[in-house]
């Protein structure tokens, strides 16, 4: 497909081609229609005159309240032009992909129009269509298809064992006017709603049609009204308008227009990304799903560093993604999900394949970092926005996270907040349970390799943090100064650790990690912006670090790389060693603020800026780490995910370090 473009809403989006098509496709981008992380709509092919139409206009949208619109005919040529031009519309709502097909005739007689879609459910997992070749079994798994005289209805069951929940999902496609006829073009489940419409000269006629989702034990259990792409898009944009149009607009918090306009895009795509949730009572809550298209669902640590961006403009976020966490807080041992009573979870799915537990990520808790930015995040809500009703709701779940840092997480029997896999996840990166958690993203050297836990550097700045404002917490709201005593001595002990054991001397830099036999990850990378953002490190040597990271080996022109330019293990295409990542870099540009770093705040801050002015203002998940002189433009990374939740909420973070310091 030449054109790959994205409808989304609450948790629903779809993905078609230039035409408007969906095609099957599978891996690095694949189109569909999307809801609760199966694909409710795998084939959606129009036809004209019994072949593909070809396209005049391929499909975009003009605004954001207006739906996604091609333009396209049968096949003609110079002799002999097309008969007619179908205008198609699109847009996603209520589950649903709407479309309306507006039939114009070109000719001064009557025109006979012959108009095809073909409409299938294929309804895989998301974990099925990331890779080709991953198969898993699912034993008494049964597709149908039931014709109706509107269209068709497209069904999926599983029967589980006994005692596992049972499975049926449903996609629903309804069309006005209802096709002359549905033909089973195969067999499988696929089937061809047809229409023959007569057009008057230069007259037209409309099909408006209905593809709902309807997942598995959800509701409502039938599909909405029927209803235009733009009257649906009308109600869209209005409900993502009173989310990114309130007050405080960037344009109005700073003169600098080119950052305002990456943020009011960024604050347009958190809208969007914005996902179904509950709470610990059941409220329904909408929270920062982490991005398109392998992420829309809630990710701990993607949702609580989303959340603090945007928190000075858009606190609503944490006060949705707070309770969300909350809600699914570990209760319980689980080796599999990686669950500890007082975790904070990482991942959580509604698919299929999580349902049966053929994946772990129905509630995944390998995350080292998800509980102790809970806390950070909790103790930021209630100092910004003066509420402290949130702190005291959660007390309960806030002393459990703490608990867990110290007892499964380490802090009391390692020292460090560095916690790995039941059974040993040994010599590799994800024993860090980090953000960074490629193989062979802490660079320890190839002759290393890393014993028991892996303390990663920045989670302990998150810790750090996170003890000191749970301390603040236990002071101001709780009432109980023994226990903001305790945390506060843990912290500053803590603090006179990791100065010891994680700084280099000899290069004046913050090791990427230490395993538990004391051995260092001594390449220079990202992380180190990570602990200017959370105060870990004194004056002097937050500020050498500062410094160190504007050097060119680091700062690309466009950011600040994952890995500087000058190690061994540096590739300009690695997701970690080399490339550059918006959020790591919104967090480096806190950090740099608070040690009064204005020459390279602002010098981060441009340099992010060109780089969403290059990508339409909307910065991608990541960019190659290739100099800027190289190329006229940020070089994409291969699989970056667009819109992504952290990303878009980038330059909300940049927006809040430069205030003040620029008209």
Same mark, same amino acid.
Request: proline share 8%; with cysteine; hydrophobic share 40%.
């Given at each position: 497909?030449?054109?790959?473009?994205?409808?989304?809403?609450?948790?629903?989006?779809?993905?078609?081609?230039?035409?408007?098509?969906?095609?099957?496709?599978?891996?690095?981008? @694949?189109?569909?229609?999307?809801?609760?992380?199966?694909?409710?709509?795998?084939?959606?092919?129009?036809?004209?005159?019994?072949?593909?139409?070809?396209?005049?206009?391929?499909?975009?949208?003009?605004?954001?309240?207006?739906?996604?619109?091609?333009?396209?005919?049968? @096949?003609?040529?110079?002799?002999?032009?097309?008969?007619?031009?179908?205008?198609?519309?699109?847009?996603?709502?209520?589950?649903?992909?709407?479309?309306?097909?507006?039939?114009?005739?070109?000719?001064?007689?009557?025109?006979?129009?012959?108009?095809?879609?073909?409409?299938?459910?294929?309804?895989?997992?998301?974990?099925?269509?990331?890779?080709?070749?991953?198969?898993?079994?699912?034993?008494?798994?049964?597709?149908?298809?039931?014709?109706?005289?509107?269209?068709?209805?497209?069904?999926?069951?599983?029967?589980?064992?006994?005692?596992?929940?049972?499975?049926?999902?449903?996609?629903?496609?309804?069309?006005? @006017?209802?096709?002359?006829?549905?033909?089973?073009?195969?067999?499988?489940? &696929?089937?061809?709603?047809?229409?023959?419409?007569?057009?008057?000269?230069?007259?037209?006629?409309?099909?408006?049609?209905?593809?709902?989702?309807?997942?598995?034990?959800?509701?409502?259990?039938?599909?909405?009204?029927?209803?235009?792409?733009?009257?649906?898009?009308?109600?869209?944009?209005?409900?993502?308008?009173?989310?990114?149009?309130?007050?405080?607009? @960037?344009?109005?918090?700073?003169?600098?227009?080119?950052?305002?306009?990456?943020?009011?895009?960024?604050?347009?795509?958190?809208?969007?990304?914005?996902?179904?949730?509950?709470?610990?009572?059941?409220?329904?809550?909408?929270?920062?799903?982490?991005?398109?298209?392998?992420?829309?669902?809630?990710?701990?640590?993607?949702?609580?560093?989303?959340?603090?961006?945007?928190?000075?403009?858009?606190?609503?976020?944490?006060?949705?993604?707070?309770?969300?966490?909350?809600?699914?807080?570990?209760?319980?041992?689980?080796?599999?999900?990686?669950?500890?009573?007082?975790?904070?979870?990482?991942?959580?799915?509604?698919?299929?394949?999580?349902?049966?537990?053929?994946?772990?990520?129905?509630?995944?808790?390998?995350?080292?970092?998800?509980?102790?930015?809970?806390?950070?995040?909790?103790?930021?809500?209630?100092?910004?926005?003066?509420?402290?009703?949130?702190?005291?709701?959660?007390?309960?779940?806030?002393?459990?996270?703490?608990?867990?840092?110290?007892?499964?997480?380490?802090?009391?029997?390692?020292?460090?907040?560095?916690?790995?896999?039941?059974?040993?996840?040994?010599?590799?990166?994800?024993?860090?349970?980090?953000?960074?958690?490629?193989?062979?993203?802490?660079?320890?050297?190839?002759?290393?390799?890393?014993?028991?836990?892996?303390?990663?550097?920045?989670?302990?700045?998150?810790?750090?943090?996170?003890?000191?404002?749970?301390?603040?917490?236990?002071?101001?709201?709780?009432?109980?100064?023994?226990?903001?005593?305790?945390?506060?001595?843990?912290?500053?002990?803590?603090?006179?650790?990791?100065?010891?054991?994680?700084?280099?001397?000899?290069?004046?830099?913050?090791?990427?990690?230490?395993?538990?036999?004391?051995?260092?990850?001594?390449?220079?990378?990202?992380?180190?912006?990570?602990?200017?953002?959370?105060?870990?490190?004194?004056?002097?040597?937050?500020?050498?670090?500062?410094?160190?990271?504007?050097?060119?080996?680091?700062?690309?022109?466009?950011?600040?790389?994952?890995?500087?330019?000058?190690?061994?293990?540096?590739?300009?295409?690695?997701?970690?060693?080399?490339?550059?990542?918006?959020?790591?870099?919104?967090? &480096?540009?806190?950090?740099?603020?608070?040690?009064?770093?204005?020459?390279?705040?602002?010098?981060?801050?441009?340099?992010?800026?060109?780089?969403?002015?290059?990508?339409?203002?909307?910065?991608?998940?990541?960019?190659?780490?290739?100099?800027?002189?190289?190329?006229?433009?940020?070089?994409?990374?291969?699989?970056?995910?667009?819109?992504?939740?952290?990303?878009?909420? &980038?330059?909300?973070?940049?927006?809040?370090?430069?205030?003040?310091?620029?008209?």
């Amino acid at each position: 497909m030449t054109g790959h473009h994205l409808l989304v809403h609450d948790g629903t989006f779809a993905a078609v081609n230039d035409s408007g098509d969906i095609t099957e496709a599978r891996g690095v981008s @694949p189109d569909g229609l999307f809801a609760r992380d199966a694909r409710h709509l795998s084939r959606w092919r129009l036809a004209l005159e019994g072949a593909a139409p070809e396209v005049l206009v391929p499909a975009g949208q003009a605004g954001p309240d207006r739906p996604l619109a091609a333009v396209l005919t049968p @096949p003609g040529s110079r002799a002999e032009p097309p008969a007619y031009t179908v205008f198609r519309e699109q847009a996603v709502a209520e589950r649903s992909l709407l479309e309306l097909l507006r039939v114009t005739s070109n000719r001064p007689a009557r025109t006979v129009a012959r108009i095809a879609l073909t409409v299938d459910a294929d309804f895989a997992d998301q974990f099925e269509l990331r890779f080709e070749n991953r198969v898993y079994e699912k034993p008494g798994a049964v597709r149908s298809a039931l014709e109706r005289p509107d269209g068709v209805e497209f069904g999926y069951e599983r029967v589980a064992p006994s005692g596992e929940p049972s499975w049926h999902s449903r996609t629903v496609v309804r069309a006005v @006017p209802s096709p002359e006829a549905v033909a089973r073009p195969g067999e499988g489940t &696929a089937r061809i709603l047809e229409w023959r419409m007569e057009l008057p000269p230069h007259g037209e006629a409309e099909i408006l049609v209905q593809a709902c989702a309807l997942p598995s034990g959800t509701t409502p259990s039938s599909p909405p009204h029927i209803r235009p792409p733009g009257d649906a898009l009308a109600r869209v944009a209005a409900d993502n308008d009173s989310f990114a149009g309130t007050y405080p607009r @960037p344009r109005d918090v700073i003169g600098w227009t080119e950052l305002a306009r990456a943020c009011e895009q960024g604050l347009a795509d958190l809208a969007g990304l914005r996902a179904p949730a509950t709470g610990p009572d059941g409220e329904p809550l909408r929270v920062p799903a982490a991005g398109i298209p392998w992420y829309l669902a809630l990710v701990g640590r993607d949702a609580l560093l989303t959340s603090l961006f945007a928190l000075p403009y858009r606190p609503g976020l944490a006060a949705a993604t707070l309770p969300a966490l909350a809600a699914a807080q570990g209760g319980t041992y689980d080796p599999e999900r990686q669950e500890q009573p007082g975790r904070i979870v990482h991942e959580l799915r509604h698919g299929e394949l999580s349902c049966f537990r053929q994946v772990p990520y129905g509630r995944y808790y390998g995350a080292v970092d998800s509980t102790p930015l809970f806390l950070v995040l909790l103790h930021a809500y209630t100092e910004r926005t003066s509420d402290t009703g949130l702190a005291v709701a959660l007390e309960k779940q806030a002393r459990s996270a703490v608990d867990w840092m110290f007892r499964d997480g380490g802090l009391s029997g390692l020292g460090w907040l560095a916690c790995a896999a039941p059974g040993g996840v040994e010599g590799t990166a994800a024993a860090g349970r980090s953000w960074k958690d490629t193989p062979g993203a802490l660079c320890f050297g190839r002759e290393v390799r890393t014993k028991g836990p892996v303390a990663v550097a920045e989670v302990q700045g998150y810790a750090y943090d996170a003890l000191v404002r749970t301390a603040a917490l236990a002071r101001t709201v709780w009432e109980d100064p023994g226990f903001a005593g305790r945390l506060e001595t843990a912290a500053a002990a803590l603090r006179e650790r990791f100065h010891r054991e994680f700084w280099m001397d000899g290069r004046n830099f913050p090791a990427q990690a230490v395993d538990s036999a004391g051995r260092r990850a001594e390449a220079l990378g990202s992380e180190a912006g990570h602990l200017l953002w959370s105060g870990i490190l004194d004056r002097e040597r937050g500020k050498a670090v500062g410094r160190r990271l504007l050097e060119p080996d680091f700062f690309s022109g466009w950011g600040i790389r994952t890995l500087a330019a000058d190690q061994p293990a540096y590739h300009p295409l690695s997701y970690h060693k080399g490339a550059v990542r918006p959020h790591d870099n919104a967090l &480096a540009v806190l950090g740099l603020a608070q040690y009064g770093l204005t020459e390279q705040v602002l010098q981060v801050t441009r340099g992010l800026v060109d780089a969403a002015a290059a990508h339409g203002w909307r910065l991608p998940e990541v960019m190659a780490g290739y100099a800027r002189g190289d190329q006229p433009a940020p070089v994409p990374y291969p699989h970056s995910c667009r819109p992504q939740a952290w990303a878009a909420a &980038a330059p909300l973070a940049l927006l809040t370090a430069v205030k003040g310091q620029v008209g």
